[in-house]
């Protein structure tokens, strides 16, 4: 009997059952590693790994590490926990730029404590990852240093905003695989690099990484427009009653129809050019239908299934298996969960 684990279908209990049992190894040394400082540090520092999540990150590296000969090593299961500490990490600074109150369904750091802890706890995070990379060796440590380095240019990148004569998809899109993209890369290398894959092989699993993470982006970006809020878990809207033009939003605003105009009117301040957060329930439904029949919709449907063709020619190129099958259930999935 197939199983299914985070949007996986896994071709047999066996295999889901060697994957929850890497996964539980990663909590554990997640857990072990965190609590291991400095007794002011530990509470903060274990906040978020405690509230749970998906564990994507950790999840496509072991996934990864199944096309090298030693799926097993233990390197594996430190790889994958480096990967989740610098996601960690990256949340709790996130919260404090955000100021947002609630993470994974608790409060979060910067609210429970002060910024300050937050920030602190970040970089204890990747402190942490940094000492168990080390572990690795100088090339794993290169590789988590790059990802440093394209995680802070997306963040800044998307602070600063597009500059003039920039296309505001072609900076959206590069946010995007700064953000969320480069880490996932990461963590399919580091998975198979740790399991003696082939360079080719490592090459081909960090480019999947690439086009998944920023795939899955999108597939959220449509999702907060043409979800009803029973289907998505979350509230449609979101994105734009923070003023956040994703995807959709920018295919829709570059057309030169009435429905381009009104959105123009709705979403952009006339004053400053920029994008107007919307705070009257009226304007966010109107805002939503007009989205919903949007030619920016059917471009933002068609980047998404151009990203899934992308990333099955990668797959195309990996050996058969159930890490193969899994994969490729996973871009069906980030393709197919927005309807």
Same mark, same amino acid.
């Given at each position: ?61 072991? #996934?990864? @590490?199944?096309? &090298? +000969? ?7 299961? *430190?790889? !994958?926990?480096? $990967? ?47 000492? #168990?990379? @080390?572990?690795? &060796? +100088? ?7 790059? *990802?440093? !380095?394209?995680? $802070? ?187």
């Amino acid at each position: 009997m197939k199983s299914t684990f985070a949007g996986l279908n896994l071709v047999s209990d066996e295999f889901s059952t060697s994957l929850s049992d890497s996964l539980a190894q990663v909590e554990d040394l997640l857990l072990r590693e965190l609590s291991s400082g400095d007794e002011v540090l530990t509470e903060a520092a274990t906040h978020l790994a405690k509230a749970g999540g998906k564990r994507f990150r950790p999840m496509f590296a072991i #996934l990864a @590490s199944k096309f &090298g +000969p030693n799926p097993d090593a233990p390197e594996v299961i *430190t790889s !994958a926990t480096v $990967v989740e500490m610098i996601h960690l990490a990256t949340l709790y600074h996130d919260d404090v730029m955000d100021e947002a109150p609630m993470r994974r369904g608790a409060q979060s750091a910067n609210s429970r404590w002060t910024n300050s802890i937050a920030i602190l706890s970040g970089d204890f995070l990747f402190a942490r990852a940094s000492r #168990l990379v @080390s572990t690795l &060796g +100088p090339e794993s440590v290169l590789i988590i240093a790059d *990802t440093f !380095a394209e995680l $802070v240019t997306g963040q800044m990148r998307e602070t600063v905003g597009a500059r003039p004569g920039v296309d505001p998809v072609d900076h959206y899109l590069k946010v995007v695989w700064e953000k969320t993209g480069s880490l996932i890369a990461a963590a399919g290398k580091f998975g198979a690099r740790a399991s003696g894959a082939t360079p080719d092989d490592v090459a081909r699993l960090s480019k999947l990484g690439d086009i998944i993470g920023t795939a899955f982006q999108v597939s959220d970006d449509i999702i907060d427009i043409s979800s009803a809020t029973d289907d998505s878990g979350k509230t449609p809207g979101t994105d734009l009653r923070e003023g956040v033009h994703t995807l959709p939003v920018l295919y829709a605003l570059a057309g030169d129809d009435a429905t381009s105009a009104r959105l123009t009117e709705l979403l952009i301040d006339p004053a400053t050019g920029a994008a107007r957060p919307l705070s009257d329930d009226g304007e966010v439904a109107q805002a939503l239908e007009l989205l919903n029949n949007s030619t920016g919709m059917v471009q933002a449907r068609d980047r998404l299934h151009a990203f899934a063709d992308e990333a099955n020619d990668v797959l195309a190129q990996l050996a058969p298996g159930p890490a193969h099958d899994a994969f490729a259930s996973l871009v069906s999935y980030t393709t197919e969960r927005h309807g």
